[in-house]
């Protein structure tokens, strides 16, 4: 339904040479969606760009110095979720009932432990809970009041929920539940679910020593109820990463990220069908989940210091810092 | 560290004439571990398999009578939550905190629809809830007292958090925390929590009309805290189907199959590697989840209606039944 807008760059020319040479890179999302040009007022557009490009920078000096790629994503990560433009941390989307409820995920492709947290309601950065759990305890995932107890017992930074609330989504969440009622009065299904849908943070990086990370973390979908958890804390899904095949870390309509597996399918198709990232992110994003009828994107970044940002729907806010090379993006271009 | 125990049995001689000729099949699990024999008594042995035969019957009744793979692994998995002898419904372990929390998933090969959900401490049916998710809702997965509200507004079935407890379990649970206490008092980690983290029940099924459909329910990990959540209610963990590859349950030690996406990663060998599902299963089973430390076991279940139970703990709790072939086992034999 809409283009492709694809970078994918090769940097080393034989595989043998390729981790030897792997440049450290990083590579961010700011979440996908209906994002047609004229969307922002070119100041808006500049804010979103500036953070993008604050994240990259400082996940990027993280590499620079030595830094693991664990350490990147979490830094790239944690400043998106105090911005309070991104549906992550700070300016999270409201449930059905006015609450941000927040989810997190974050692997380390080396050792292919990983972490997650779901349904959080007072960790300031659930990104960092993440790598808590998988650092700090023998878990993967925990949900609920259960995680933020164990938070509280590492020493986590918590907040009160109004430091999450912010006045756009708190207008934004008004105008959906209206939308929602006159729906429900006329009988039809709501499409304001649709476009609240989407909106997640997420980081790739490969660091100096060859490693890969990628980490995601949401507020998930605006009006979301029953406890609903979408793809962002689940591995597999919306975050991937393993040094044998590549790092991904997803934004969408979660359910299909979720049903297609979508982070560890294109890591799939590399590691057993020998497609390159570039060719099994344009068969899960632009064949499977578009047929699927799902919508969003990826970044997706291999072991050589190759990388893909790709999407299905009108834009996503994206970035990459490789050398010299740094480009922030929110549109089809 | 075990030798495996496996049936790999391709029913169909060609993969053209697969599909149409394909004998309606349900496999079941009850959980793997360590099971050495003489574990359990002669008596205890029986009860078992007259459950584990109770619900490959049940469930192949359905597909006999023309029902569908997800009807034929609802019906299963729902008499082994029913029954007080595995870990799933009534008789699942007990948290740290000396309660019941269960989590459940299902996913129809078909569409590669799915539903779960994870920290159900009312529901008497957690299976039931992960199919209302998935056909009743737009989302995929649900957690906690949001999940249950949705299952209230169902009509599903909701009981007394003490339905789930059984005296075998109480006592379980009371002896682990004590063994945990014996060990923190000698600064020394606690082995109770690796012995119990065990038993989960799961299925999987080809129906009349060709299609696979794969569900898992569990109680989880005996001591579990801070809200943990296994491998059972994630899609391409512990549970997986679809109709292209294969359906498959999980059980064993949950986050290594978190990590290590075993169920997704069996269907994508076959799906992308060109493999039987028995050369996938060994590779995941024998080579990855071995060699990264965890133990469990999986049922598999493909297309033209060839099998594996496979595992590398001491046993597992299986069965399968197609055509005049019924099987019950819990060791290695």
Redo the contacts between chains.
């Keep these: 339904m809409f283009r492709t807008f694809l970078i994918a760059c090769a940097m080393a020319p034989s595989a043998l040479a390729a981790e030897a040479s792997a440049p450290v890179t990083i590579v961010i999302h700011g979440g996908a969606g209906a994002l047609e040009k004229g969307r922002y007022t070119p100041t808006e557009e500049e804010a979103y760009k500036a953070t993008l490009s604050e994240a990259l920078d400082a996940g990027y000096a993280v590499l620079e110095g030595g830094g693991s790629a664990l350490d990147a994503v979490e830094t790239a990560i944690i400043l998106m979720e105090d911005s309070p433009l991104f549906n992550a941390g700070r300016g999270a989307v409201f449930t059905h009932e006015g609450k941000n409820e927040l989810d997190a995920s974050i ?1 380390d492709g080396r050792t ?3 972490g997650a947290a ?2 959080l309601t007072h960790v300031k950065n659930p990104i960092r809970l993440a790598r808590a759990v998988m650092e700090k ?11 933020e ?2 938070a509280r017992r590492q020493g986590m930074d918590f907040v009160k929920p109004s430091y999450f609330r912010t006045e756009l989504r708190w207008r934004q969440y008004k105008d959906a539940l209206k939308k929602e009622k006159e729906a429900a009065d006329e009988e039809k299904e709501s499409d304001a ?1 649709h476009d609240f849908k989407y909106g997640t943070v997420g980081a790739a990086a490969l660091d100096a020593a060859g490693n890969l990370a990628a980490g995601t973390s949401t507020g998930g979908m605006t009006l ?7 793809d962002a804390p ?4 919306g975050t ?1 990463a393993d040094n044998e095949s590549c790092a991904v870390s997803a934004t969408g309509w ?2 299909y990220f ?4 979508v982070a ?2 294109i890591c ?2 590399v ?3 020998g497609k390159s990232i570039a060719a099994a992110t344009t068969d899960v994003i632009h064949n499977r989940l578009q047929q ?1 009828g799902g919508d969003g994107g990826v970044i997706v970044l291999a072991p050589d210091g190759s990388f893909v940002m790709d999407f299905n729907s009108a834009g996503m806010f994206r970035g990459v810092k490789q050398g010299d090379r740094k480009e922030v993006a929110i549109y089809r271009e």
Excluded at 137 to 147: D, E, K, R, T, W
Excluded at 234 to 237: E, Q, R, S, T, W
């Design positions: 692997m292919k432990a990983a779901a349904g305890s023998p878990h993967v995932m925990m949900i609920g009041a259960g995680a107890e164990f679910p979301k109820r029953y406890g609903r958890v979408g689940i591995i597999g899904a991937f979660g359910e979720i049903r297609l597996t560890r399918d799939a198709q590691e057993y069908g699927s």
